[in-house]
DNA sequence: GACTAAGCGAGACGGTACGTCGCGTCTTAAA
DNA sequence: TTTAAGACGCGACGTACCGTCTCGCTTAGTC
């Protein structure tokens, strides 16, 4: 048996301090700068050797130390029976992940290195994009199902719809991430901005 | 008279370097690494005192270097009496900006300094973020007006609407930015995603 | 018994598949930086453990593995009635040890260590200066008893005057150790470089 | 004019800085481990780009500093009508020199990277063993002239003769350099180890 | 038409962090 | 019990850019 795969090994405890040491520094202050490296290791007490061995450079660390407990907090919407809830549910744990530290400050630092660097875009797409749009589809269906949404409606629209917003406003439009855009962001996507007696008729353009 | 506010003088003429060579290494590649102060002042033939004169740091610089002609180049939604297709030439014009060097690589590499740096963050609202909004609310105002768009419809929202999943895409979720996309968002956030029949009688929650 | 000493047990088939590895690097090429414990591991097949349970560091490593087979192979000057022919003899097998792979460059680039390193300096004085003025010593004894070598000769001296020369050449001054050198070296000490007519009446001043 | 040719400017004081500290660290005790490019940077007060900027690495800049002050030091010897003086004056500098710190110690800690490193070799060749032997033919030529010497004495061997002997001592075979070296050297190689009576009339061999 | 001071090129400098290398120690599993 | 395998703490390496700092030279604008 390989010693990385002990639970309790060396290299397990150095695994573990070493993803600690960087999401603390992370947190610390929004600043990038603040996570180098050494700063890493001299907080966890590992040598800087030891880090270079398990991850090519700092954003690869980083992006693993903030996707680690990102994933596990994804609210996974359950079948309540109405659409619009568990659409809201799901964008409110991405309002959520995002105003809280160190995801949000994290994921702003991050964001050029992962839309930069290919191999970091194909880490983040597939251990959260995809899921996340996994999670999405099943509401979605129900939502088919039960005449909430156009039959035709496209899950990797939706999902855009959904975090393209809080995306934008995190990174450069500005106002905070507050309580009650998600219920927005889902109200305005379901009605559309049609006034009611006119969309009726419509036609669906595609 | 000052030497920095006349036309063709040394200050003008270096200035007009400094940003031409900051374009190019921008474009040159998709590398952020690329663009060092040094490297400016290499292919510009200016000193890097020069630089440091007029620049707090390279990302000032570059934001700078970016910002001066991607605004003139936003395509300014005329009146051409259908709301639809005055969202999608608004809309239209970020897709083509985004999807074009070395404006998308440049953005990309820029974003993170942008939400980090509050200076940088207050610049690009006041200059990109508003603006924009500025070009989008008469639109929107006479969309109202026809009966195109519901009364109530927010400015703020339908950018953050339009713009965000477009952000999202070149950031993070990874398809290319195509042409039809433009379209599909004007679409998506016109019609809803509710069906027809349902829509009609709905009371639209806020 | 305890394995070391025991002939071919793993202990003995251990070190030598070190000392062959130690060796075999020297030669390979004249850089020290050549000479790692790791690459003397991976080459013997041998964990660096091993190598350090037998030697304090790859200095001590380095000196053993050249003096184990650089000691037998001094030629032991015998009694040929000429001792002129067997200080040539004493002075060619330190040049042709020098002038050899990986003895010369294993010289050079261990010397520092050597004199710096106390206990290195210890065992090499032991190990090969002092047999070598040992060797020397019956050649004097017989030169004076012959009448071919003034009756007060210090041993240590001459072996200086023997050696040195060769050293100042292999670290520093430069010209490659050939054939001749040892004979010149040889009748340099002999006759002096006084001119016969006046050495003959000189007093000899000690 | 360059800054770099300028007496007092800021290269130049850094320059001495760096040979300052240099030369303090390897004259603070024998251990070639001690003088690091940080350490020098530390004590000297200066980045160790700087360094770098100078001298390809610390043997460059550990020869530098201590040929520097080494080759004035060394005794021109003049005439004084009495080659056996000249020749004693001539190897008591060497004797001094190697005896004192830090140049000893240094000599030690440097002779395997100027053995080993072609540029280091060609270097001190130029600057130390040439220019030595320079000061040495004059004082062979008045030797000749005065008919103390063999005209056919060769400066190299000559030269050999006297520093071999020494640099031995220094590096390998131990004995302390003390004050009465230099003239048993010489008048080992002056008088020859035959004893007068068959001197005499000894054909050179050569 | 010479004088002078601001702005500029050039590039060395102190500094921070990088990512790498090899040392010598330590842990673990298998022989 | 000893070994091979190899992770680890450590310290230094040499490099890359950062942003600051002289330093003369250029170059206008003033006298």
Redesign the interface.
Known sequence: MKQTEKPNGRAERSKQAILDATRDLLAAD???GSLTVEAVAARSGVAKTTIYRRWRDKWELALDAVMIDMLPSFANPVDVGDTRNELITFVDSVVKIWSSRPYG?AM?????????QPEL?RV??ER??EPRRDQLAPVIERGIRR?????D?DV??????L?????????????PLDRKLGT??V????????????????K???
Do not use: M, N, W
């Open positions: 929004g600043d990038v400050p702003q630092a991050l964001v050029s290195q992962i839309s930069t875009a983040y797409r959260v994009v005449g909430d949404l156009r039959p409606t990797r629209l939706v999902h855009e719809f975090v393209g917003p809080i995306l934008y406003r995190l990174l450069l439009s500005g106002p927005r962001l109200d305005g996507i379901l009605e559309g901005f049609k006034p009611p007696e006119k969309a009726a008729g419509t669906r353009r595609r």
